[in-house]
């Protein structure tokens, strides 16, 4: 099946700078793309989500890439904010029959973003 | 517009135990995907109903089991309960086709004894 590989594990700002979490994944039909912000005691929520037919996409302070040659995607968080302190994590959706729409996520990178 | 509501948000269990915990999808949803989050580890994913049919199940054993209703709304059962069951159980709801953004409860918090 799928392997997704997440790197930092954590990663530690000024606020105002910008942070990048990177991830890797395995199976080359993979065509979706999502990140998910979960914050303490709470669930995942989708923050952003990428498909394979586009190479970048950004909605304000946030933005991803996906290089599907490489098969790596990354997640671009500008002028960060202490709210912005939390586990992000990625997930590619299967795309064959068997595994069509489940995700497969990484280990989470802690993002701490210092006043 | 509620999202994904998950109950109870905590559960102490001992082991041989079995546990129901339930889900409701956001509105105008009709997949339903339940995960099992270990501490400091992603969601791993446990198995999807549509259409009250169980469509896609992952690396996980037949103590593990559930049911969609008409409503949409799903429940997870686990029997047998382990330790090792200990977890953050999530569910997602989407809709029906492929690619389609999943939204997640909050979880229930499992803890086996």
């Known amino acids: 099946g799928e392997n997704v590989e997440q790197h930092p594990s954590t990663l530690s700002v000024q606020e105002g700078d910008s942070a990048v979490i990177k991830c890797t994944y395995s199976?080359?039909?993979?065509?979706?793309f999502p990140w998910y912000k979960q914050e303490l005691g709470k669930g995942p929520q989708l923050i952003i989500d990428?498909?394979?037919?586009?190479g970048e996409k950004k909605d304000q302070r946030i933005a991803v890439t996906l290089n599907k040659t490489a098969k790596h995607f990354s997640l671009h968080i500008t002028e960060t904010q202490p709210e912005d302190s939390a586990v992000y994590f990625c997930a590619a959706s299967g795309a064959r029959g068997s595994t069509l729409g489940r995700l497969y996520f990484g280990r989470g990178t802690q993002l701490t973003v210092w006043p | 517009d509620a999202g994904v509501t998950q109950s109870p948000t905590h559960l102490i269990k001992t082991r041989g135990q079995q546990v129901t915990l339930r889900c409701s999808p956001k509105?105008?949803?009709?997949?339903v995907s339940w995960y099992q989050q270990a501490l400091g580890q992603g969601p791993q994913f446990i198995f999807q109903?549509?259409?009250?049919?169980?469509?896609q199940r992952g690396n996980f054993p037949d103590r593990f089991s559930g049911h969609q209703f008409p409503n949409y709304s799903s429940e997870l059962n686990v029997n047998a309960l382990l330790l090792g069951d200990s977890a953050l159980y999530l569910c997602a709801s989407s809709l029906e086709g492929g690619h389609q953004p999943q939204h997640f409860g909050d979880g229930t918090r499992l803890s086996i004894l």
């Open positions: 109903y549509y259409e009250e049919e169980e469509r």
């Open positions: 990428i498909r394979s037919n586009v």
């Open positions: 199976d080359s039909a993979s065509n979706y």
């Open positions: 509105s105008g949803h009709d997949t």
